[in-house]
């Protein structure tokens, strides 16, 4: 049976605080960090091996980026870090009164808890799009979705009927999001410039991609100027776009929408939004807006005193300019993640916590090449210096000096020869691998 | 239901002749790229959209190449020829007496028919070795066994028990050809350079690695001098090697060998030989030595004059210097190929065929850095200028410019960061991925 706590490995009792941090994505990986030179032991559980950059899935998706590049194995980031565990292991309950939580591989005490197990896909209840559609949160999503674009044009090609080679070749893609604009731009790069010359056999003109959104207009957690932009873009590269349009049901061949419109298609990807994981001991009360953990100022769970939680699993109440809570991004998860590392170090240490502040950077989505728009502080801009601008900021922030050559080389190289060239299966149905 | 014929796309009827080529590895790629300006039409099928490089497998099994690096998909490679059509499906059933083909996808007829559909794995009747070893022919087999390492270290954590823990950390690769011991040299790396900076929890001392072969040398293609010089190599890192040694047995954990000794271990990796793949419609007389296809000196199967076999695929009889057959390896696949392609050019222009003769190149294989082995024609050497040679040899083998750089780059960074930076665990076993 397995241990967690054993004699022989360096888990044991140490008569150190132990910092149980659950999930190593940007704002776990931030507490993690944030927690070196302490003389506490810190324990990170996730249920890869691997962090994963999810804003550059997409380019996964579409071929552009091979999947090793945009991951990075904990162990490598924190080897030489001391007191410093990783256990491969999905947290599958928290006993708050015995400060203890039960793992996929045995359970384990702690003094802090920091839960950080980030956003699930949210289907608002849709059991049927559950079943049917793809997601964009995990790298197992984005191989997935790779391989259905390729084989459904592999199928398409066997084909005389109309309506079910036009079913594998459309695409829609629901929530007008970043994920959903930059997947929509990608994918109708994959339509102008890689496919026609990989099938010369198919009618190119046949490949629809619908972009749907419920609201009246794409990127709502940007300025007006950028949704509009973006808009534009996105129609000029033959993108359909729906405004004010939401899916009411979706069998993995008809979907049907809320304005009675139907589509056909055999692959609909489902970002259309996301909420928090639930984690077995966390009291319903205890639970805010799309399922996220309510925290206070110092990202406390409501009504304990050494369990934090952070990011897109975290609601913080009391920002009057978020009322909803923080967006579910990044930044939010780094800046808080930073921060409760330096507050567990005041509570050990005796001293008073600091509340969190936000710091809104802006944010950004690119469409295509040369395109993007970017808000920042103040300065609106779009187009091929906003292009730049998201290629460098999405470059400084992946993890690794390698990563980072090579999704930069991945980048010039797709450039230049206006090719996406991961555009591989590597998976067979009877590989038990979609 | 798929067809292959349609009168839509264009694989229809031209009034060319057909010819079909089954699988597109390093021969099947050669025919396809020898007809090319043919007036034929050539239509290739594999069962993945991509060519795999196989030498390299061992690479990507322990972290040191990403798998997208070695794989190129034929819709990139081909896309301009003119009258190449690539078809994803598994050819299962030939009625030569229809000139008639069965796929997954459909049945199609073919005026000439090349057989290149490789080798598969020999278990030699072992069915308990076949259940319970990993293979190392196919892509999905590399990344099964990456995830097996780094999932078997992670749970050998989780134990204070020594038996366990060991079968854990314990690896027996079976076949003491290049590929065993490529990846023993690759494990061996793993042991001094990687993990221990990943595990320090484990007693990296534990790991044993353990390289067996039946006959009573490593290498058997090769000269005595690189045997010889292979076996120090990998003793000096550690490996253990067991020479006249065979499997009889292995149930998932404990190993029995023909010795009478004993080992326990969770990963046996199975390198020891290989078999033509079977397809239906070939008759068994037709079959020689391991399953392979018995072809005259043109590579035209036994009775037949439209239909070829070339590569691991073939055995031709007649050449007195291999009275076995030719290596089951690349370069005799690659020759057999250019000039299958050339012999149906001449058949087409009602010219008389060539036979064919083996050029034999020389061999060499890699047991780590700074340290190789080479036979060319008349030259042996090994060590530091015999690893950069392999090393050349394989980039300017591989396909794609892209590709060629990153292994490149991939090299240089391991070599001068003695890291292997590719070790993740990209699946969940509820993924229903190994």
Redesign the interface.
């Given at each position: 049976m397995?241990?967690?706590i054993?004699?022989?490995?360096?888990?044991a009792d140490l008569g150190k605080p132990r910092i149980i941090v659950i999930g190593g994505g940007f704002g776990g990986l931030e507490v993690a960090k944030g927690l070196n030179g302490l003389k506490a032991q810190t324990v990170l559980f996730d249920?890869?091996?691997?962090h994963c950059f999810q804003p550059l899935l997409y380019q996964v998706a579409t071929s552009g980026l091979?999947?090793?590049?945009i991951?990075f194995?904990f162990?490598?980031r924190f080897?030489?870090q001391p007191d410093f565990?990783f256990?491969?292991g999905e947290v599958t309950q928290i006993k708050p009164e015995e400060n203890y939580i039960e793992t996929s591989?045995?359970g384990v005490k702690y003094d802090y808890l920091v839960i950080a197990n980030g956003a699930s896909t949210n289907y608002y209840g849709l059991k049927d799009v559950e079943d049917n559609a793809v997601a964009m949160k995990t790298?197992?999503d984005a191989?997935k979705l790779r391989n259905i674009i390729?084989?459904n044009f592999?199928?398409a090609?066997?084909?005389?009927d109309p309506e079910l080679m036009n079913s594998l070749m459309d695409f829609v893609i629901v929530g007008g999001g970043p994920t959903g604009v930059e997947l929509a731009g990608a994918l109708a790069e994959l339509k102008t410039h890689v496919f026609p010359?990989?099938?010369?056999?198919?009618e190119l003109s046949h490949m629809d991609i619908h972009l749907v959104e419920a609201t009246p207009r794409l990127l709502n957690g940007m300025s007006d100027k950028s949704s509009q932009k973006s808009l534009e873009y996105l129609q000029r590269m033959g993108v359909k776009v729906h405004l004010n349009c939401a899916v009411k049901s979706y069998d993995g061949y008809e979907v049907l929408f809320n304005t009675g419109e139907k589509l056909i298609t055999r692959t609909m990807i489902w970002a259309a939004g996301v909420k928090g994981t639930p984690i077995g001991g966390i009291p319903a009360e205890s639970l805010g807006r799309a399922g996220r953990i309510q925290v206070d100022e110092f990202n406390r769970v409501k009504g304990y005193t050494n369990i934090f939680a952070i990011g897109d699993a975290a609601i913080m109440s009391g920002d009057p300019n978020y009322p909803n809570g923080h967006p579910m991004m990044a930044p939010p998860a780094i800046q808080q993640g930073r921060l409760v590392a330096k507050n567990i170090k005041r509570l050990i240490q005796k001293k008073e916590m600091k509340p969190f502040r936000y710091t809104d950077k802006g944010s950004m989505a690119t469409i295509g090449r040369n395109q993007a728009v970017v808000d920042l502080k103040g300065l609106r801009f779009q187009g091929f210096f906003a292009w730049l601008v998201w290629m460098f900021v999405h470059l400084i922030s992946i993890i690794?000096f390698?990563n980072k050559?090579?999704v930069m080389?991945s980048w010039f190289?797709s450039y230049f020869s206006y090719?996406k060239?991961?555009?591989?299966?590597?998976?067979?149905p009877k590989?038990?691998?979609?």
């Open positions: 397995p241990k967690l054993s004699t022989r490995t360096r888990i249920r890869y091996n691997h091979e999947s090793n590049s991951v194995p162990r490598k080897g030489s565990f256990r491969l591989i045995g790298i197992i191989i390729i084989r592999e199928t090609l066997l084909t005389d010359k990989d099938y010369p056999e198919l690794g390698r050559i090579f080389f190289w090719d060239s991961n555009r591989l299966i590597i998976a067979r590989d038990g691998v979609q």
